[in-house]
């Protein structure tokens, strides 16, 4: 039984990064403020996105105000199965995937069923401004509903795994892949209970997990190994994730992709306070690759060049000895 | 560079802060401790009426050295009345306050200071006085005379007479004599003329008199009666209340018989206000002993030289910054999970008013019953604005039924609950239901026992009587609290619970 301040002294050697830690010394000095309505407004990085080129999930409408809720079912009824999220919402709360229909009824991702009058219900309780930072109004987005990459498919539970990068000062310096589980109700969300699997920065290929606050090697629903499966188009992502810093000149931001079956990687948002239980996925603290960065981002100038200091420096070490 | 320009700032605060402190301990002497046993007190009348744009002559009675109590200094504030005193024998002395033309809502204010007499009156300065015989109409005089026969063969001597006469008004039944004197449903003060006038027809020399009981923060006290007898040669004061409410209570008197405390002509809704506290306040020493005009001035320009309703006001006030460094301390150094960022201080202050036990039980009550009608209102899908108005409502019925509630069931502290921020209620419940439904009920529970928890540490340090005494009479040192949060303001070390949550990476 280790006491307390022996292990802050052993996660300041592992260089783990805490709450104060990166607000203080990584989100407060490089991220302007003037900077956080492009992430925290989905519909703005959405544009911001689409205008750079940069491939997201295809948006079908947004309903702005109530009196636009009349056009939702017209909207809806073109698609068989979409998305439905707050664009100001934190942490997936408020988000609805619809996988089909059956009858009148929407078929939701978790096993649920919803009907006209409820999916309104839930438009409308976006548009007060229920789900957003602050409870301002909101917006409600609906967009393509991304038919998951089978690449996850043994190590997932209903809902759709992405993958999350930590991009500092546009060098990806360290990834995860968040895989529904049962608990997770089908969201992507660690502190819902999904699972987080770190990578290996060189070869994107996955790591051992963190499931709450312990490390797991098994997917928890499924029983199959998360250790060993490679993601497809690895530099794509890595790029995708070195370009996001010029997309929102955010110094320190989260980059959460999907991997499309047909459109392949698709970033699904941005985030500029990404939590801190990646380090647990990937069993390593991040200050120490933060402070890489810190030293040598000078004199990397191009995406290409940012990618390859990531590939080489962030590359996964060995397993230690137990 | 940013940490040494904290450092730097937060040194001058505390050195600044420090400075005040000792200079105020050592050189005025300001009192470190609060007092255990203090017998100063200041009181402190508002009288308020409105004017018809007449002349005005408004009356008020003064308090007066009696007993055990001196009045050692009194002050009039009447910005352009004329302002005389005038004694009235057997009852009072009175001070008149004048203006020839005056219109509009009208403050008149009177302060004293009083202090328990070192020597108490010399009785034998006071002869026996004369008994006046009460004025009564014929039924009224048999009715007494029957009372006062009966209480008479019961007792020995005057105090036993004047004792049992109390208790056998207080247990007057309907239809008796003692019940035609007194009249339907009688006050206290009915009581004591009525005994009055009895022990005066028994030849007992007797008289109402009309004070306050002194406690240390008092907004608004009322004028009690009770009656003051004469025997073994000198005044004895004999209480009506069944309740003297704690052992030591101090009573000043303020004038006898029957009269208003205060009247005015010229005027309408004469009303008056009676504030008390213990007084801390050191301008005593320099006002009555060393007279030093730089003190006296700066105890003029302190907190002291407010009004008592605003002094006890700041008493408040000053210790939330307490709380709330205790706050961000437990949020970041600790990582206690809250709902929104001051409400633990919120609810910490409505404990104040409630005591922390029965302050969570009450917000527990809320907050269950809110949740439940939540939960309700959730079915019938409304939207958000008039969900949360509706909520609003029943959180308000839902107070005012548990008050009426507690009251019957002699819970008077419930009676202080609607002080309880309402809308903050409102917002905890709604908040409640959505982390409820986001992320769980166990989510939803954490924080809010993290919430209750934070308010009642809160609540335990700022009720600390040091800490408030410190904060009241050295305010100075919140610059010291000030500092200590920007400090904590640029605290990057790990939080306790991210010990634990992080605890698999310590190897």
Redesign the interface.
Known sequence: MMNAFDIARRLRAAGVLGLNGRNAEYTLPYNRRDCYPLVDDKALTKQLAMSAGVAVPELYGVIEIHRQMRELPALIAQHWDFVVKPARGSQGDGIVVVTGRTGSLFRVADGTFLDEEEMTFHVSNILSGIYSLGGQTDKALIEYRVIFDPVFEAITYRGVPDVRIIVFLGVPVMAMVRLPTRVSGGKANLHQGALGTGIDMATGRTLTAVWGTSIVEEHPDTGNPVAGVTIPRWDVLLELGARSYELTGLGYQGIDIVLDRDKGPLILELNARPGLAIQMANREGLRLRLEQVERYHTGLKTIAERVAFAKERFAARPAPLQ | MKRAHLYILAGLLTALALAFFFYKVIVFGFPLKPETRTDIWRVEVQLQFEADGGPVKASLFLPQRTGALMVLDQSFVSAGYGLTTEPQPGVGTRAIYSVREAKGLQSLYYRAVVQSARLPEDPSRDPRPSVETPALADPQLAAARTVVGAVQRQSADAATFAALLVKRLKEARSGDEADFLLGYQPSNSRLVNVAVQLLQLAGIPARAVNGIALAPERRNAQFHRWIEYHAGGRWRTLHVRNVVEQPGQVFLPWWRGTSPVAEVSGGKNLRHTIGTSRSYEYAMRAAVAQQRELEKRFVEFSLFGLPLQAQSLFRTILVIPVGILLLVALR?IV?VKTFGTFMPVLIALSFRATGVLWGVVFLSIVVGLGLAVRFYLEQL?L???PRLAAIVIVVILLLATLTVISHHLGFDRGLSIGLFPIVILTMTIERMT?VWE??GAAEAFQQAAGSIFVGALCYLLMNVRVVEHLAFVFPELLLIVLAATLLL????????T??????????
């Open positions: 970041n990582g899908k939207l958000l604005v959505l986001e992320r303001g640029r605290y990057t070390g790990y939080r306790l991210e010990l634990r949550r992080f605890k698999v990476l310590a190897r």
